[in-house]
């Protein structure tokens, strides 16, 4: 294995992916954030005091929990692709809510 570093090695932002998290979570963030995503609280603890960044495959679980909102606030370089897939969710969103809305009044 090479030494080289990789200029498309995922780059973490952790004062983003703290943001995120309590945000999701602005209660016992670590306690949920650690239920969410298969950590122990005391792993989750560590993440938002920045002592520990998460594994591989907690941070997957947090892209599959989370999708493309957690990744463009925790990882900048997916910002540019991430925004048009989270104002399209946004919007299915408002429009589901709009239905719900509309079928109530009838």
Do not use: N
């Amino acid at each position: 294995m090479s030494s080289t570093f990789d200029h498309k090695t995922l780059r973490l932002d952790m004062d983003g992916f703290c943001r995120f998290a309590r945000r999701a979570f602005p209660t016992s963030t670590a306690a949920h954030l650690a239920s969410v995503v298969g950590a122990t609280m005391s792993t989750a603890e560590k993440w938002l005091s920045g002592h520990t960044r998460p594994s591989g495959e907690h941070l997957a679980a947090m892209i599959s929990a989370f999708g493309p909102a957690f990744l463009a606030e925790a990882v900048p370089t997916t910002r540019q692709w991430a925004a048009p897939i989270i104002e399209r969710a946004r919007l299915a969103e408002i429009s589901r809510q709009l239905s719900e809305i509309l079928e109530a009044a009838e």
